[in-house]
């Protein structure tokens, strides 16, 4: 967990003969609707003076407001009015003066109201107060819509702005009493002691939800983008506008809550022990904080939560900070969500999203979670040396050093490093086939630095495969590539692979070392023994290395003279016959001369040539 929230203690009210039944905020005002019915205006500065604690100014009381507890305050600010619940009725308020502008008596009996202010040109806008705020529209734009509960009686009414009151709708006789209500676009979300409805204010159609749980107690929170969270029991589940879920999770929370409200990006869930604060994407526990019996949560320009003689105001702690923290801790997908939050520059943006995700990989790779780290790896593009590094062997000691790792490396044996390489070796084949194919692409063969990157590339390829597949090192080397040729030919002698060794020799024309390794075990017991891999080795060379043909062959000749004469004249290869015919019959005259009639026969025959 880390602190998202600074939490500072507004009002304490211990020795005053009244609670704290409602409350509201707007700008830098702060609404508190009490038991005895007074309304309490605060006026709560956005800057905390030292010592954490903000200066707090009671501004007006109101104490003729209500005869009765105030159990519900909403502010509207696009219409500058007041809502109140007292008394069982509903009366709407000047925001400015307070003073009341009516008592509605249709709603006689109400227990609880729900409102939504929604954008007369878009229905399908979200009506959240946020994203309101946000686009600051005037009155005639937008549509004020009040729905009451009566007993089991459900009354709509709308806003008439000129004649500053409401206008009645509809009634909806409902199977049992609301608890609590929300509008949801053109329709309303209910919660009843046993289930939720959907109940569309157009058709009068009621449609059931869900059920409320073993605890039957409902809620609904509002959030952005036309979201809601219904609770059931200890869970919160996200439905949209037509009540079907909108995510594969829900929010769990220790028990459930009395309330829930949306501190984006975070849920601050108010429960009997404490105040849980959760993400929304990973719903991961992030915060706990101690405010003994809070019941009540309030946000505008301000977040404020109370309880019935305490007042405490949320801060969100910088985002900046709270990723430091974060990463300090290791949770860097919750890192990466803040991330997306911070307001800078694009550039700025991807700096930090980069930086959080690379530790991400080298933190992933530390836990040993090696296919994901490559995954990362592969998706920023990291200098394939830093993750060669990680690895035991493959590196030099000087080079590795020079890696810059945030993680400790782990130590690596057995099994476990076998399974390391192998992921290592899929994302090394993935880069060099990226490699190759930027190569064929930009048409550049003499790039010093992609040479060098394809040079340790191929070698630490050749290096896991001893490692882990010998059988894979042939099909390697076989093929052109990149591997240095020292570093290849000390690793190939320590682990005896001497035929692979002559194809390292081939590939990078070093054709004098090959014959060499094939004569020097052409004469001993193994794989390489006897004169048939010389033969066929000479039989590819071409007529530009007759020099060495004709030297090397000597031995094949003495051991197997038919296999030696073989080397130049078998139709296996298009190579022999291009060889110079003058050279080879000097070699047989000097070397073999039981051959020389013969092959000017097979000069004639053969190659039909009117030179012999």
């Not at 590094?389 to 099994?415: D, F």
């Not at 050279?583 to 004639?604: G, M, N, T």
């Amino acid at each position: 967990m880390h602190k998202a929230f600074e939490c500072s203690p507004v009002l304490e009210w211990k020795s005053l003969p009244f609670q704290i039944e409602s409350l509201d905020t707007f700008g830098t005002r702060l609404l508190i609707g009490t038991s005895k019915g007074q309304l309490l205006v605060y006026n709560v500065p956005h800057r905390q003076e030292s010592g954490g604690r903000f200066k707090v100014d009671l501004q007006e009381t109101k104490k003729g407001f209500s005869k009765k507890p105030i159990n519900q305050l909403t502010v509207i600010e696009e219409f500058s009015v007041l809502l109140s619940l007292s008394d069982s009725y509903v009366c709407v308020h000047d925001l400015t003066t307070y003073h009341e502008h009516a008592r509605m008596e249709r709603t006689k009996g109400c227990t609880l109201y729900a409102i939504d202010v929604q954008d007369r040109s878009d229905p399908t806008a979200d009506t959240h107060r946020q994203a309101l705020r946000s686009r600051k529209a005037s009155p005639g734009s937008l549509k004020l819509r009040l729905a009451v509960v009566v007993r089991r009686k459900l009354i709509t009414f709308e806003w008439v702005h000129q004649a500053l009151k409401f206008r009645e709708i509809r009634e909806f006789t409902l199977p049992d009493q609301p608890r609590v209500v929300a509008w949801a676009g053109s329709n309303l979300i209910v919660g009843l002691k046993k289930e939720y409805l959907l109940v569309h204010e157009d058709s009068g159609e009621i449609t059931d939800i869900f059920k409320t749980g073993t605890n039957q107690e409902p809620s609904i929170t509002r959030l952005p983008n036309n979201e809601f969270l219904l609770g059931k029991d200890e869970i919160s589940i996200f439905v949209g506008l037509n009540s079907k879920p909108t995510r594969q999770y829900g929010l769990r929370w220790s028990e459930q809550p009395v309330d829930v409200d949306l501190v984006a990006p975070y849920a601050v869930a108010l429960t009997s022990k404490d105040v849980e604060v959760r993400t929304v994407e990973s719903v991961a526990l992030v915060q706990r904080l101690d405010l003994p019996k809070a019941k009540y949560i309030s946000q505008g320009a301000a977040v404020y939560i109370a309880s019935p003689s305490n007042c405490w105001r949320l801060e969100p702690v910088d985002l900046a900070t709270q990723i430091k923290d974060l990463l300090a801790l290791g949770e860097f997908e919750e890192a990466l969500h803040l991330a997306d939050r911070i307001e800078e520059s694009p550039a700025q943006k991807r700096e930090r999203v980069f930086n959080i995700k690379r530790s991400f990989a080298f933190a992933q790779f530390a836990k040993r979670q090696f296919e994901a780290a490559m995954k990362t790896f592969s998706e920023l593009d990291i200098d394939p040396t830093h993750i060669i590094g990680l690895y035991p062997g493959l590196l030099n000691a000087e080079t590795r050093a020079k890696n810059n790792c945030p993680n400790a490396i782990p130590n690596l044996g057995g099994v476990e490093l076998e399974s390391a390489l192998s992921f290592l070796v899929n994302y090394l084949t993935n880069k060099r086939n990226e490699l190759a194919k930027q190569a064929d692409e930009d048409d550049v063969s003499d790039d010093p630095a992609r040479a060098e990157l394809s040079t340790m590339i191929d070698t630490t390829l050749l290096k896991c495969y001893l490692k882990t597949n010998a059988a894979l090192v042939g099909p390697l080397l076989r093929v052109s590539n990149s591997c240095a040729v020292e570093e290849s030919e000390v690793l190939l002698k320590e682990h005896e692979r001497f035929n692979e060794l002559v194809l390292l020799y081939k590939g990078r024309g070093m054709h004098r070392k090959a014959l060499e390794l094939l004569y020097e075990h052409g004469q001993k017991k193994g794989k390489l023994s006897g004169h048939f891999h010389t033969m066929q080795y000479l039989q590819r060379l071409g007529p530009e290395h007759i020099d060495l043909i004709t030297e090397f062959s000597k031995w094949v000749l003495k051991f197997d003279a038919e296999d030696g004469y073989a080397i130049f004249t078998a139709d296996d290869y298009p190579e022999i016959a291009q060889l110079p015919q003058e050279k080879v019959l000097a070699h047989f005259e000097a070397h073999a001369p039981q051959f020389v009639v013969r092959y000017l026969e097979h000069v004639i025959a053969k190659l039909n040539s009117k030179n012999p």
